[in-house]
């Protein structure tokens, strides 16, 4: 492996064109001697002379010089601005975030591009989750989970960020009725629900049985655009949740707010307390949008407290 400070003391000769030249400019102490003994541990390291000298105190690169030289002038020319970088949060990246269907449709694309004008050249890797894991969190698998956790861990931060509100949608049939329909009345009719085992199925089946209202016939579904798209053409009812207070809009159905249990659940985002510094993170965190807004419309001035 190459001694970087051997290179650093090549580059400084190379760049200036002598040993005393590049000793005075030099961002550390070092002597004309000590600059030497770097260039010719260097040489003797990759077997070649990579500098000559053309007059007093005047050095030229070698071919092989030139082209060593060649290689590493960027990296030394660059890295003052790279590190200056770094302790400023100045620098772009990578984020990961993992988030249910109805939140990546309804709530990351303004949020997203609240992001984006505060950090143009951010990477962000999206992924549409079933069921919300904190474990990806703490494996790295992502930076951010934005959904309705029940609980949060100790380890774990989160911020809210919006609400999600329960409706009963049924297909619009002719002008919607003023109050729902009891939920009995609709168990004769295939209920939509979301695939068995999931949190939201376990709150659907909840909601049911607390109206006794146990549906005779169950299709499983993946998610709440796919139920309510079902819903539009007539093949059941269902329990959705909505970002909207007002429930979801859509042509063919209808939505009454849910009046047992009358509940809202919070949306939030989470991230690892102990995760390592990310100007993405911070940058999300202060473009978060508030609790019962459907989109972020700019950033905070500051970022949240990551360790919230």
Same mark, same amino acid.
């Given at each position: 492996m190459i001694d970087l400070h051997r290179l650093a003391g090549f580059h400084?000769?190379?760049?200036?064109g002598g040993y005393a030249r590049a000793a005075r400019a030099a961002p550390y102490p070092i002597t004309q001697p000590a600059l030497h003994q770097q260039v010719k541990k260097l040489e003797a390291q990759v077997g070649m002379q990579l500098l000559e000298r053309v007059g007093k105190d005047q050095m030229r690169p070698t071919p092989a010089g030139a082209r060593l030289h060649g290689f590493v002038a960027p990296f030394f020319r660059d890295l003052p601005?790279?590190? #200056? $970088?770094?302790?400023?949060?100045?620098?772009?990246?990578?984020? $990961?975030?993992?988030?249910? $269907?109805?939140?990546?449709r309804q709530l990351l694309p303004g949020w997203l591009l609240a992001l984006r004008k505060r950090r143009p050249?951010?990477?962000?890797r999206l992924t549409e989750i079933a069921t919300p894991d904190v474990g990806a969190l703490r494996t790295g698998r992502a930076d951010v989970l934005v959904a309705h956790l029940p609980e949060i861990p100790d380890d774990v931060a989160s911020q809210q960020i919006a609400v999600l509100y329960p409706f009963l949608v049924v297909p619009r049939e002719g002008p919607p009725r003023r109050r729902a329909p009891p939920l009995r009345q609709l168990a004769a009719t295939p209920f939509l629900a979301y695939p068995p085992g999931s949190r939201q199925y376990a709150l659907q089946m909840q909601a049911l049985v607390g109206q006794d209202a146990l549906p005779a016939r169950i299709m499983h579904l993946d998610t709440a655009d796919t139920i309510l798209g079902f819903v539009e053409a007539g093949l059941?009812? $269902?329990l959705v949740p909505s970002l909207d207070a007002r429930g979801p809009v859509a042509r063919q159905l209808t939505a009454y707010p849910l009046a047992r249990p009358r509940t809202t659940f919070p949306v939030v985002m989470a991230?690892? #307390?102990?995760?390592?510094?990310?100007?993405?993170?911070?940058?999300?965190?202060?473009?978060?949008?508030?609790?019962r807004r459907s989109a972020a419309t700019g950033c905070r001035s500051s970022p949240a407290d990551r360790s919230t």
């Open positions: 400084l000769v190379a760049t200036l601005a790279v590190v #200056k $970088s770094l302790a400023t949060g100045e620098f772009d990246g990578e984020l $990961s975030i993992e988030a249910e $269907s109805l939140l990546i050249a951010v990477v962000v059941g009812w $269902s991230w690892r #307390k102990d995760a390592p510094e990310n100007p993405m993170l911070d940058a999300m965190i202060a473009c978060a949008p508030r609790p």
